[in-house]
């Protein structure tokens, strides 16, 4: 473990320290060993890194690594936060464009309709090539994580407690598949902490403070998804609330959406790909996998998806684009898998560009995952 990483790690045991407090500390004294320096006995120091080469060699020993706040692979906008972890323990891979991560969250006691639409929520993450963020809890959680591994597609789960454990113990598969996707866990609990509810709300900050953005998919008026919609504008993030079904929007299950909604604190998110339109509008470190020509007319990515969306004239083709509606347009039908053959062009690649032309109105999908003209 390097020096400064040993030092960050010591001063995150330190007791009664937060965060917030922490920060204050370093802008005063300069860094952790100055910290160090100034409120601990050689002995007490001495003690701090018994037990910091102690977790050390436990999250070795568990297949994971330690990042402190000034590493480069520190989550760059987790850094951001005024309230950010000075320690994170990882194990598995953080996506390197983790800076276009987003979270997705959502109450535990989810009905049906909420687990599909957290998937389909995560499919159009995927599409747009970014990592998924979420808690590995019951409903909401797992719905979208499991979602996004089913697309091939990076997510991260952040815990509320160590490495050393899953919770709940039935996600215990599913983690192991979100790392043999290329996934990540992160804590910012060494191994054998005791687990205190304060610690579920706590970890919120991370989950939303490493995203660009924040999907509410499913949430009653209080709970944990609540906290982490509204830690997300606190910390000027975009936010969205998925619109419930007309059937549940009486729904004790739907109230916090509504709330956020009819407040205007989230955006709404009526239409899936009208949705995946505005969020790629507004964020110009999505539009690297192709160029994407969006209106400057602000009512063509936004406001209820029965109004009008897309302006009067079609928009071009993207030149990235144009060999996949030709294969199209020659035979009437095509699959992803075919098109990447044809075209010998990764399948990945493919789905992302069918999804652009899709969303410009060129072509659309049918049942036996086919693609046709519009």
Known sequence: ??????????????????????????????????????????????????????????ISSLGAFILSSDCPDYPPLLAEIPDHPPIIYVKGTLPKNLDRAIAVVGTRKCTEAGAALASKVAEQIALLHCPLISGLALGIDAAAHRASISHKSPTVAVLAHGLDRIHPRTHTKLAQRLLDNGGALISEHPPRTEVLPWMFASRNRILVGVSTATVLVQSPIKGGSMISARLALNYNRDTYAVSPPKADTHSTLWAGNIELILSTEAQKIHNMKIWAKRLYAHNSSLRDAVTLPIANDKNSISGDPTSKDYPESSPQIPEPCKSIYSEITRNSVETPARLAQTLRVSVRIIRTRLFVLEILGWVRRVPGDRYILK
């Open 1 to 58: 473990m390097k020096p400064h990483v040993l030092d960050w790690l010591k001063v995150s045991l330190l007791p009664n320290l937060g965060p917030i407090k922490l920060a204050k500390l370093i802008n005063r004294f300069g860094s952790p060993k100055g910290i160090l320096r100034r409120f601990c006995s050689l002995q007490e120091n001495a003690d701090l890194e018994t037990r910091a080469l102690e977790i050390q060699s436990e």
